[in-house]
């Protein structure tokens, strides 16, 4: 009893250090675009999208935590990776709920979900409700906007 009691302190500890803690990195615009360079800049706050297929972590697998290029706030486990066959890194789930959130967007003249770092209010990509089971949730994120940590 005492160790499986231990064992769940120990995740609970662990997944909590991942959780974002509510303050926000924040900078000017120029500051920004110093910051991430004009490339990482276009995407995470012009909110742009890489061409499929030569992103540096679309075809990546294996273990890590996946970060926010911006804020280096942990957003997607490397366990959580899998190839949906569309050239981006795409994830059932992000390591914690803070983390991110979502705003409606009707840029293409149909409605899909843009996610955002919490951290930093980067865009990192879009969720869509076609992923695998159990959720069905498929978070395509853009490669750019993403530092593996292993």
């Known amino acids: 009893m005492r160790v499986k009691r231990l064992y769940w302190i120990a995740a609970v500890v662990l997944l909590g250090a991942y959780e974002w803690n509510g303050e926000k ?3 000017s615009d120029k500051e920004w675009h110093e910051v ?3 490339d990482r800049y276009n995407i995470m706050r012009r909110k742009g999208t890489e061409h499929a297929h030569i992103g540096k972590y679309a075809h990546t697998q ?3 935590i ?3 290029a911006a804020c280096s706030l942990p957003l997607f486990e490397g366990a959580e990776k ?3 066959g569309n050239g981006y890194p795409s994830f059932k789930k992000p ?3 803070k983390n991110i959130y979502y705003l409606e967007d009707w840029s293409l003249n149909f409605k899909r979900y843009e996610v955002l770092c919490s951290g930093c ?3 990192l990509g879009h969720v869509f409700n076609d992923g695998p089971p159990t959720k069905h949730l498929r978070y395509c994120i853009n490669s750019i ?3 593996l940590k292993k």
Do not use: F, P, V
Request: hydrophobic residues 25%; proline residues 0%.
């Open 82 to 84: 899998y190839d949906a």
């Open 95 to 97: 390591i914690a709920k």
């Open 25 to 27: 990195t924040l900078h």
């Open 145 to 147: 906007t993403l530092e």
């Open 36 to 38: 991430l360079g004009r």
């Open 62 to 64: 294996g273990d890590g």
């Open 121 to 123: 209010d980067s865009h």
């Open 66 to 68: 996946y970060s926010c």
